[in-house]
């Protein structure tokens, strides 16, 4: 972009910014959203040859000079004074066609020419960014960069630069200086919200304070944007009319990337959680942000992770070599380590354990959280990937999900084994326990009952929302008052405690949801009161995830199964992606069964049996399983 000198008018003392517009305004808009302009120097060396000094040329010839620096785009302009003040305008030219490509004006006092360049230079910025259009552009919506401050948006688009190549700690940077800035800048506020989730988690309590500071000042935003970050905030809330919002806005802009990523976000992190989507909607979705803005590398992410879970690994592998041509320094290390553990080729997996020494920890245990449970059929691989990576790092997460795999499997000598070394927590004897008391199981050998009041979890000051999920629901389904009681009334404190601090609202709503469930699963086990648990266990799903809300979901399709099977059968349709697939798909046979569809019963049956296939004698679903595909000749 090449600035040349302005036409000036009104007043001698006005003079200097026919020349200084050039220093000045080349000097603000460069590197802003990309542009680079040329420099001040070299403009005046092009503008001597063929201006005389003090004449203002017609605009073919002040387009060639601009044309003949080497720049794509012209900035021609005017300063007017007058006894009100003066008038700044400034237009650009694509200097390929001579088309005019935006403009923009500032009026104000006279002796304030610097602050109104600077307001023009905002301005300019922010029409080039959307005249460039959104698939080549830094900023995710021009209409969202309300700041009046050049500095603040200076750093923004620097932010924006970080982030859209993955760069989230040095986005956190850039957009923790523009708000220091300009603390009404909403986008700004927004963006620093997400990356800290990159950087953290989707619960950061940074996240969530830099979250509510974009909410709180929102109302300088226009409509849509306002609605994306006030649904963004939703998100972190597990408010599910942030999914509504969110449906309605992909609908209305279908070409908004953002508004798909952000709906697909909201599917990864609670509406599969709530049983408002699968993990077929959450890949379309991503599927599409990506399409839409192929080069905007934070889509990448949960879309690599979805194709991951629906073990599709050819595109996974071609989405993970697109980014890393985007952004070689930003993938993040879990999608390459979480590829190559479940989905590499037979040939390639003795070289794949070989180097699991060389895994950097944390890595390991994010990829912990992408197991494809519904679609890896060699079961035994599974097995020595979450052994030989416990082994290795000794991660909690792996001795969970070779327990989940031996119980989903219908092994549960096998499950019962692994929890019977005595060096273990003893949150492990109660997981493992849940699971059969969830599903009304024989306890294996060895299998003894667990503690379940205050010592059942290693950490007393907070112990965690699973551990003390499991404790709680197993009290609850056996009826041990007591121990119910105690984790109920630390889940209340724990609500209380983190809705009272900043920043803590997933903390907060992920204990008020283990209320309502554990309140729900009392209601139906106990009570045997459907009528009180639906509504208590339809309320916990958005906080619950993962086997959390798989418990409170299946006690719910309990509550339903007799009076009211086609939602029973609703919620089973969300609960055949995890461990506990074999079991729902029983479940939803026996629905299936009774609403007369027998051919859609049959193939239920028919999955679960091949689920159970390597499941203990007498298994009683497995038995379930197989007798009702003789019986409807399936």
């Known amino acids: 972009l090449t600035v040349v000198p302005f036409a000036v008018t009104g007043g001698a003392d006005l003079d200097l910014w026919r020349e200084g517009m050039v220093d000045v305004l080349s000097t603000n808009l460069d590197g802003m959203g990309g542009y680079r302009t040329i420099d001040s120097r070299t403009v005046m060396a092009r503008w001597r040859e063929r201006v005389r000094e003090g004449e203002t040329p017609e605009l073919r010839t002040a387009l060639e000079v601009a044309g003949s620096t080497g720049a794509r785009f012209g900035l021609v302009g005017t300063l007017v004074g007058n006894p009100g003040g003066v008038r700044v305008a400034a237009d650009i030219y694509d200097l390929s066609t001579g088309d005019k490509v935006t403009q923009s004006y500032v009026e104000g006092p006279a002796d304030s020419v610097l602050a109104l360049v600077g307001r023009l230079s905002v301005s300019l910025t922010r029409e080039l960014l959307a005249a460039a259009g959104e698939q080549v552009m830094q900023a995710p919506r021009t ?107 992909v609908v209305k802009y279908p070409d908004d990337a953002e508004a798909w990523f952000l709906l697909g976000e909201f599917y990864r992190h609670n509406g599969r959680g709530a049983g408002v989507s699968t993990e077929e909607d959450e890949l379309e979705v991503f599927r599409k942000a990506v399409a839409l803005d192929p080069g905007f590398t934070p889509y990448y992410v949960h879309y690599i992770e979805s194709l991951i879970g629906a073990a599709d690994t050819a595109g996974a592998a071609q989405a993970l070599a697109r980014y890393r041509e985007l952004a070689p320094e930003g993938v993040p290390d879990h999608l390459p380590v979480a590829f190559a553990l479940y989905l590499s080729p037979l040939v390639a997996r003795d070289a794949v354990l070989a180097r699991l020494d060389t895994v950097d920890a944390e890595a390991l245990r994010q990829a912990g959280r992408e197991v494809p449970w519904a679609h890896i059929p060699d079961r035994a691989w599974l097995e020595q990937v979450f052994r030989a990576a416990y082994a290795e790092h000794a991660q909690p997460i792996w001795l969970r999900h070779l327990l989940d795999l031996h119980m989903g499997d219908g092994r549960l000598q096998a499950a019962a084994d692994v929890v019977s070394d005595p060096s273990l927590l003893p ?191 007498g298994h009683p679903y497995a038995v379930e399983a197989r007798e009702a595909l003789a019986r409807l000749g399936g």
Request: hydrophobic letters at 45%.
């Open 143 to 249: 209409a969202g960069l309300t700041t009046e401050s050049l500095e603040a948006l200076r750093h923004y688009l620097d932010g924006e630069a970080a982030y859209r190549r993955s760069d989230f700690a040095g986005a956190a940077a850039a957009f923790e200086r523009a708000v220091g800035v300009d603390s009404r800048f909403a986008l700004a506020w927004a963006r620093l919200s997400s990356s800290y989730g990159w950087l953290e988690n989707i619960s950061s309590a940074a996240g969530a304070t830099a979250g509510d500071r974009a909410v709180a000042v929102a109302d300088r935003l226009p409509a849509r944007e306002r609605m994306m970050v006030e649904a963004e905030r939703g998100l972190t809330e597990g408010d599910l009319d942030a999914v509504v919002t969110l449906r309605q806005a």
């Open 427 to 617: 949150a492990w004897a109660v997981t493992a326990w849940s699971w059969t008391a969830q599903l009304e199981l024989p306890a294996p050998v060895g299998l003894e009952p667990p503690t379940l009041g205050k010592e059942a979890c290693s950490d007393n000051a907070d112990p965690g929302a699973a551990c003390m999920f499991e404790a709680a629901a197993v009290a609850a389904m056996t009826g041990d008052r007591a121990s119910y009681q105690y984790w109920h009334g630390r889940n209340v404190e724990l609500a209380a405690t983190y809705t009272a601090e900043p920043g803590q609202g997933g903390h907060a709503l992920q204990h008020r949801s283990v209320v309502k469930a554990i309140e729900g699963i009392w209601a139906l086990r106990q009570e045997r009161s459907p009528e009180r648990a639906v509504p208590l266990l339809r309320e916990s799903l958005p906080g619950l995830d993962g086997a959390m809300g798989y418990m409170a979901r299946w006690h719910l399709v309990g509550a339903r199964e007799e009076g009211q099977p086609r939602q029973a059968l609703d919620y089973l349709k969300w609960m055949t992606a995890g461990p506990e697939r074999g079991y729902a798909l029983v479940r939803m046979g026996r629905v299936k069964e009774r609403l007369g569809d027998r051919a859609g019963a049959a193939e239920a049956y028919r999955n679960a049996s091949e689920t159970f296939a390597d499941a203990d004698e």
